[in-house]
């Protein structure tokens, strides 16, 4: 089946500094891949939807000059935490629909970012 | 607009007895519905969907949904639980004016007791 990657699995940085993490559609290309955000215990939240080529569309609420998406080729998407801070700590999982597949996706591993 | 309501946020059932996960759902399209399972720090991984053709919807390790319109449900059930079926669930739902968006309920933690 299709496999969507997340690099890296696990990260900390310090409270002030910008954050990258990546998402690839390894053996399919996906013009449109989702971010999510979930907190422990929690749902997962529609941050935003990347579109290649063009600019994210982001969801209500989120801030668009805080987390910088990217969608630079058909399989890769980057997400950028920017000025990151302790309450940006969470789970980060991005997914990519499946051509043909009515709106199936598959979702990366997730990365588990911490803010100290 | 899209809702998914899954009732009860902790289920647990001991091995070898059903299990049933509930979920509701709001949609003004025709809803493409799903079940995803979480295991700890891990991504999701999808049990089984719905997409508008047989209303009972068979997934993978036993799992089977059915799509009740009248009732506006998706309940997950499995006949026997596994100590591996423990993990999170997630209902969620799509249509197809919404871009592949999924909107998730909120979860349910399965816990299995031998």
């Known amino acids: 089946g299709a496999v969507v990657s997340q690099h890296p699995s696990r990260v900390i940085c310090k409270s002030g500094t910008s954050v990258k993490i990546e998402c690839r559609s390894l053996d399919f290309q996906a013009t449109t891949m989702f971010w999510y955000r979930q907190f422990p215990k929690q749902s997962l939240m529609l941050m935003a939807t990347?579109?290649?080529?063009?600019?994210?569309?982001?969801e209500q609420g989120v801030e668009k000059d805080k987390f910088l998406i990217n969608h630079a080729s058909l399989t890769l998407s980057t997400l950028t935490v920017t000025s990151a801070h302790p309450e940006d700590s969470s789970f980060y999982i991005c997914s990519a629909p499946v051509s043909g597949g009515a709106y199936e996706q598959y979702f990366g591993p997730g990365t588990r970012l911490t803010v100290t | 607009a899209q809702s998914v309501t899954q009732l009860g946020s902790h289920v647990s059932v001991s091995e070898g007895a059903l299990v049933l996960l509930r979920c509701n759902y709001s949609s003004s399209v025709p809803p493409y519905l799903f079940w995803y399972v979480q295991y700890p720090n891990q991504g999701l991984q999808l049990l089984l969907k719905y997409t508008s053709a047989a209303t009972l919807v068979k997934g993978i390790n036993g799992f089977e949904a059915e799509f009740k319109k009248s009732e506006t449900s998706f309940h997950l059930t499995k006949p026997s639980a596994h100590m591996s079926d423990a993990a999170e669930y997630f209902c969620a739902v799509s249509g197809y004016n919404q871009g592949g968006k999924l909107i998730f309920g909120q979860g349910t933690e399965l816990s299995v007791k031998p």
């Open positions: 990347s579109n290649e080529g063009s600019k994210a569309t982001y």
